[in-house]
């Protein structure tokens, strides 16, 4: 979230798309009720589905699945149109006025630099004119037709409401309501906020649905101001721990990057990490990089990194692919070339894409270790339990360990909301019957290896005998060693920048934040953004004042918040060029002449006079980016893709298929059906009374929705000779699953190129293991492939039929 959970009750207009807040937020939805209540703000929920969110809705609008970048093109289209533009803000805080080389383009679909064979675009015409004083060229007054503006102008000048209403099936009127909702928010004075989560994340251009709002959002000056923002609800209570403490295999913690196998040596690495302003007077946060890197490296190996040898920059290990994200290891598993895989609070035959393929990987490996406080289908993917995990145990030679550990509520230590809020817990129950710590279990397979590379060598066993470990009892690191570890502090004395003379922290001492961190080998730290989490003060994440002055939603004094503590990111937008607050009873920065003042922690050096330093401080530019330049694989626009199985093809180019730079594995490209033989689209999605693959561990969760479904609506049902309560199969060109069907109003058949197109929504909760009736869940049918930039999975949109059936089969397992 740019903003936080407590802020969205300072909003005017709330919209939910690509998500269902009511459902699977629900005590964050609060949020959206106390808004509704006390400022009469209003709720716009776009969704495939009639949901929970809809119900208390101002106005539903349908969308056929994976269509929102033309919804959203078309959304910026006619708030252009209509001057529904806050000028100030785009021309001063957006890249608007910046010139792009003459080379970009697109058309027919695609951006300039496409390869087909590679998949892959040149990006290097996606950038910036640079001036001959080394800045980018810009045009304030956006007359140049190379400007940002005009080109995004010209980007979603084919997105009319027709076309909108031709491509994702929401009828133009309800669009056009929407609109002027929208519209209204561009003044200063009215705030809209964005609350999405996997309606937009799970598609194979799901970065770009996201682009897409947050384009809207900077257009309409909502970025950096109460009650806006753009707003993702994070899944499992430390999901937004989890990226940012580095657990994506393409990243290190604080959002470092795992070097690739190019850059041999650390100059190399940091040579394209410079991050240089490309305007003058701007901050370019990232020019400390160095710093956090090389107190990354201290945290990792102590004394073992040096100055002389790079910090041990040769440890770290270096990327031959762009990631290892779980689709490729597992397609890696299913070639039989991974032979052990420890399983660690993940299900994935539950909770990933094409069941069978899984299955096949799985049946690969010559050890499994899975690390779970539950039984799960993953552990037991080898029993036969009928319909509902048809395999031929005798066949499948794979060891399985199951490690029982604790969950959240037996654990302290700390999680991080959705708001970046990383807040301790302290332990709820003591761990049952031969459960351990998941720190336990780690430290000791940690302290195993180690002693093996220590007695055997190998290859390379510097990385693991040199890692610092530094613990009171080294089989069982703590919580609080860990999170001042986290935190960071001084190895040395560090000396103040601006007067070398005086000592900042003394060696020994917590770190007071990042600003104290150094790149000479003084300090360490674990994670740079969480630096001031746990310093000299103690745990600042325990903290629990909920003061709220003047009831802005900032509560300062609650927990803390990354980074520094700031509550609302790019805060100083939230002032004009001179520093006044755009909307004086929403104040929440403000310039005194001397420096930034208000509510929350200023998102600027707080001495940065207004007019000079711009608010987005981690972009070289200083402003946002309208035009996203080379950064996403898939263009610096967003522009209408379709999914890889769609019900129809893409109006713009039909020789596009799906997104034309995602990666897809030749086996699973051969996987996709065609809308010929799979005519419906399906989605996948949750419900309130589950939680994945734990509750149906659980009588009264399992009480309150007893049995897997998937709903259909009265006129699909109608065609297909479907009753509520009738059992139906369901299937795709990877698999089959049956339920029993829910006919419902909730969903409605959408007309899309003049194409009558049906959805089929499929909840996600059941399987063979646990207290609850077994059940399928969609991952028998889901394609194999993910987003083009970060590898989500696309589950949100994929084609199927269906037909009435039988009840499935149970298996000899009970
Ligand atoms: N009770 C409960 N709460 C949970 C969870 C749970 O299992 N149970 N899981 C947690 C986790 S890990 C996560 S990640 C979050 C997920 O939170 P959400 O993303 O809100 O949950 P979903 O139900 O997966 O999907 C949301 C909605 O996206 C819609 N949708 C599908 N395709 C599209 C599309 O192309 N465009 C648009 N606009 N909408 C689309 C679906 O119809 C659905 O209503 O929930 C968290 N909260
Ligand atoms: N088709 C389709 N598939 C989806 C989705 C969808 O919308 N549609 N959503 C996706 C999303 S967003 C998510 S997050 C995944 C969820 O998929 P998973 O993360 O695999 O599901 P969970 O059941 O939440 O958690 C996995 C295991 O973690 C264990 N666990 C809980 N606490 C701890 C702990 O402290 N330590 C250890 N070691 N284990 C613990 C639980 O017992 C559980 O067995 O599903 C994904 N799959
Ligand atoms: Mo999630």
């Not at 919209?15 to 459902?23: C, F, L, Q």
């Not at 609350?195 to 709002?213: C, D, P, V």
């Not at 895989?341 to 490996?365: D, E, I, W």
């Not at 600003?515 to 360490?524: F, L, M, V």
Request: proline share 6%; with cysteine; hydrophobic share 35%.
């Amino acid at each position: 979230m740019t903003n936080s959970w407590t802020d969205i009750k300072n909003t005017d207009l709330v919209i939910v798309m690509g998500g269902n807040a009511a459902e699977a937020h629900p005590c964050g939805f609060k949020w959206v009720t106390e808004a509704k209540a006390h400022r009469g703000a209003r709720l716009i929920v776009v969704d495939p589905r009639f949901t929970r969110t809809a119900s208390v809705a101002d106005v539903y609008a349908p969308i056929r699945p994976g269509s929102d970048i033309a919804f959203l093109m078309g959304m910026i289209r006619w708030c252009i149109e209509n001057d529904k533009v806050q000028w100030e803000y785009v021309k001063n805080f957006t890249n608007a006025a910046l010139l792009v080389k003459d080379e970009y383009g697109w058309e027919d679909g695609l951006f300039v630099g496409y390869d087909a064979e590679k998949r892959d675009y040149d990006r290097s015409s996606w950038d910036y004119q640079i001036g001959e004083d080394g800045f980018a060229r810009t045009d304030p007054t956006l007359q140049d037709p190379r400007c940002v503006w005009n080109l995004l102008k010209q980007h979603v000048s084919i997105y009319t409401p027709e076309m909108v209403e031709r491509i994702c099936g929401t009828p133009k009127d309800k669009f056009l309501k929407i609109a002027e909702m929208i519209g209204e928010c561009s003044t200063p004075t009215k705030t809209m906020t964005s609350m999405y989560a996997l309606g937009w994340t799970q598609h194979s251009k799901g970065s770009q649905n996201i682009r897409g709002m947050a384009m809207l959002q900077l257009i309409l000056g909502n970025i950096g101001v109460r009650g806006g923002g753009m707003n993702a609800l994070r899944g499992h209570s430390n999901i937004q721990g989890l990226t940012d403490i580095g657990l994506m295999s393409n990243l290190l913690p604080g959002y470092l990057n795992v070097p690739t196998e190019k850059e041999t040596d650390f100059e190399t690495y940091m040579s394209t990490r410079a991050f240089k302003p490309l305007q003058p007077n701007q901050t370019s946060y990232w020019q400390n990089y160095r710093k956090f890197m090389v107190s990354f490296m201290k945290s990792m190996w102590g004394d073992h990194a040096t100055a002389e040898n790079d910090w041990a920059y040769h440890y770290l290990t270096k990327l031959d692919v762009p990631n290892y994200d779980i689709l490729r290891m597992f397609e890696l598993m299913n070639s039989g070339k991974v032979n052990v895989y420890f399983c660690q609070g993940f299900n994935p035959l539950l909770a990933f894409p094409n069941r069978g393929k899984l299955t096949s990987a799985l049946s690969k490996l010559k050890l499994l270790v899975t690390i779970d406080p539950l039984e799960t289908e993953t552990a037991r993917f080898w029993e036969n339990h009928g319909d509902f995990n048809n395999v031929d145990s005798a066949a499948i030679q794979t060891e399985v360990l199951q490690l029982p550990s604790t969950c959240f509520a037996e654990d302290e230590g700390s999680l991080t909301s959705s708001g970046r809020w990383i807040q301790w817990h302290w332990a709820g129950g003591t761990p049952p019957g031969e459960a351990k710590h998941d720190t336990w279990i780690m430290a000791q397979i940690f302290l195993r290896i180690r002693e093996l590379y220590r007695t055997e060598g190998g290859v390379f066993p510097d990385p693991i005998v040199n890692l610092s470990w530094e613990y009171a009892d080294e089989g069982e690191p703590s919580p609080e060693e860990l999170a001042k570890e986290i935190n960071g502090r001084a190895l040395t004395p560090v000396m103040d920048a601006t007067d070398p003379t005086k000592t900042l922290v003394e060696a020994g001492q917590q770190l007071l934040n990042f600003s104290q961190i150094r790149d000479d080998g003084s300090t360490t730290s674990g994670c740079w953004i969480y630096s001031g989490c746990w310093n000299e003060k103690g745990n600042n994440m325990a903290l629990r004042d909920n003061n709220d002055p003047d009831s802005t939603g900032a509560y300062l004094g609650w927990s803390f918040a990354w980074p520094l503590n700031r509550r609302i990111l790019y805060n100083r937008a939230s002032a004009d060029m001179a520093g006044k607050p755009w909307d004086p009873s929403r104040k929440l920065m403000e310039w005194n002449g001397e420096k930034w003042t208000g509510y929350d922690v200023p998102d600027i050096a707080p001495t940065s006079a207004p007019g000079t330093v711009m608010p987005f401080i981690m972009n070289a530019e200083g402003v946002s980016r309208l035009f996203s330049r080379g950064m996403l694989r898939d263009g610096p626009f967003p522009t209408h893709m379709e999914p890889f199985e769609t019900p129809v093809p893409n109006v713009i180019n039909p020789k596009i298929v799906g997104n034309p730079v995602a990666r897809v594995f030749a086996d699973d490209a051969a996987q996709f059906g065609t809308s010929e033989q799979f005519p419906h689209v399906a989605t996948s999605y949750r419900l309130t009374e589950h939680f994945h693959y734990w509750t149906k561990n659980n009588a009264v969760n399992s009480v309150l929705q007893p049995q897997f479904f998937v709903e259909v609506s009265e006129q699909l049902g109608e065609e297909k000779g479907i009753k509520g309560g009738d059992w139906v199969r369901v299937w795709s060109n990877r698999g089959s699953v049956k339920a029993k069907a829910v006919v419902t109003k909730r969903l409605k058949p959408l007309t899309c190129d003049g194409k009558t197109v049906h959805v089929v929504g499929i909840p996600l909760h059941w399987g063979f293991i646990g207290a609850a009736r077994k059940g399928f869940g969609p991952n028998s049918l889901t394609p194999f492939v993910g987003d083009a930039n970060v590898e989500t999975p696309e589950f949100k949109a994929f084609l199927v039929n269906i037909e009435k059936s039988t009840a499935p089969k149970e298996g000899p397992v009970a």
